[in-house]
């Protein structure tokens, strides 16, 4: 909900330490974070080093369902024997998984998109905060617009679905009391003037509501 990193470094040493196992849920991360995109487990220099790894089919990956568990052989036949999520679901469509491997394929060819995405989040926050906005630093495609207050959250985002731009506002369960928030999410696909337009948007509405002077 942040746009945040956990510390895998510290992590892994305490899993080492221990003698204890760890799994990263990448959805958030991958095709974002780290160099080339590899996730949490890049970011830290970690690949390869983390028993089980999740993520989705959606959001960097570009499908719509589905998602993927992946780790040592004898990890992933145990979960397809005893993972009552896999049991009971059903196969992916073919499409989702060919535009899967055509995502990791673009990411092994090419950091543009990343490159791109990582601009245009830091153009982002840069200018909400320089308009007055209390946002939180991100390491991926997260823009956190803090606002504290649950209701001032729902209509913030309602009056900027009216100016045109769609954003959701989040509130206690889904954060901790005391911290709603409007999630931005900035994609690679994003030109400077769509940042811009946003921007103005989240301006005007944050004068109309008290929020900026």
Known sequence: MDGNVCPLDKIYELAQKYD?????????????????GRGTTERFNLRGKIEILTGT???AFGGAVGGFTTGKREIIEMLRQRSRPYLFSNSIPPAIAAAGIKMVEMMSAT????????????????KMVEAG??????????CAVMLYDAPLSQKFAARLQEEGI?????????????????????SAAHKQEHLDKCIEAFTKVGKELGILK
Do not use: W
Not at 113 to 124: G, I, K
Not at 167 to 184: H, L, N, S
């Open 20 to 36: 204890a196992m760890v799994m990263v849920d990448e959805s958030h991360s991958a095709g974002v974070v780290g160099q080339t």
């Open 133 to 142: 906005f209390d946002c939180k630093p991100s390491e991926s495609a997260i």
């Open 166 to 186: 769609y954003v959701t506002g989040f509130y206690y369960p889904v954060v901790p009391k005391g911290q709603a928030r409007i999630r931005v999410q900035v």
């Open 57 to 59: 089919l959606g959001k």
């Open 111 to 126: 950091n543009e998109l990343q490159d791109r995405l990582h601009a245009n989040t830091a153009y982002f926050i840069k």
